[in-house]
Nanobody, 118 residues
Framework: QVQLVESGGGLVQAGGSLRLSCAAS????????MGWYRQAPGKQRELVAA???????NYADSVKGRFTISRDNAKNTVYLQMNSLKPEDTAVYYC????????????WGQGTQVTVSS
């Protein structure tokens, strides 16, 4: 099993910045993808950004140029630097780790609230 512990959420004014962190522990494969998803009230969970073990990244169009995902493989930790935050970024942010040889398994953190006031 894999455990994911998130930190760094909070309340910020529009235009501000926050940095989320997620530390993974347990049975972690060397090759995996870590990422951040978010879910706003009444909406489906959506991918925000993801990063492979090798450092390849993928971003939602809505956050490109504002958010940066990075990871420290030695610490099994992924970060999300969020700049120029907008009220529409308000959501619960979930850390995700995906790994598997024949079948991909997803593991999730407990979620951290990000609230952006206008």
């Amino acid at each position: 099993q894999v455990q994911l512990v998130e930190s760094g959420g909070g309340l910020v004014q529009a235009g501000g910045s926050l940095r989320l962190s997620c530390a993974a522990s347990g049975s972690i494969f060397r090759v995996n993808t870590m990422g951040w998803y978010r879910q706003a009230p009444g909406k489906q969970r959506e991918l925000v950004a993801a990063i492979t073990h090798g450092g390849s990244t993928n971003y939602a169009d809505s956050v490109k140029g504002r958010f940066t995902i990075s990871r420290d493989n030695a610490k099994n930790t992924v970060y999300l630097q969020m700049n120029s935050l907008k009220p529409e970024d308000t959501a619960v942010y979930y850390c995700n780790l995906r790994q598997g040889v024949l079948v991909a398994n997803d593991f999730w953190g407990q979620g951290t609230q990000v609230t952006v006031s206008s």
